[in-house]
């Protein structure tokens, strides 16, 4: 079965760190660009990162910028997002998503689909 596989959440306190991995199962990801998601409870969901298929191009959303890195291990099929200095509004569930069109993040990678079933991230003040 196709499908993304995230990891790596968990509760930690405000100014810690996590990293989280996206997955791929029966798909290789290196023709595909990954975007990762989050969305708290009653909110929308928010595109927080993208990193192009051979990650030359990567992408912040505003309020994670210089805060969350993203990479990718194209070897090992995995899609990593570094979290530091996390706080409490970084809390949500975090999705990943792919787009295998053209491998390219721009200009729609904040409407990727979600593929897999995310994992929470719960940032303590």
């Known amino acids: 079965q196709v499908q993304l596989v995230e990891s790596g959440g968990g509760l930690v306190q405000s100014g810690g760190s996590l990293r989280l991995s996206c997955a791929a199962s029966?798909?290789?990801?290196?023709?595909?660009?990954v975007a990762w998601f989050r969305q708290a409870p009653g909110k929308e969901r928010e595109g927080v990162s993208c990193?192009?298929?051979?990650?030359?191009?990567?992408y912040y959303a505003d309020s994670v910028k210089g805060r969350f890195t993203i990479s990718r291990d194209n070897t090992n099929n995995t899609v990593y997002l570094q979290m530091n200095s996390l706080l409490p509004e970084d809390t949500a569930r975090y999705y990943c998503?792919?787009?295998?069109?053209?491998?390219?993040?721009?200009?729609?990678?904040?409407?990727?689909?979600?593929w897999g079933q995310g994992t929470q991230v719960t940032v303590s003040s």
């Open positions: 998503g792919a787009d295998g069109v053209s491998g390219a993040c721009w200009p729609n990678w904040q409407r990727f689909a979600s």
């Open positions: 029966a798909f290789t990801l290196n023709s595909y660009a």
């Open positions: 990193i192009s298929s051979r990650g030359s191009r990567t």
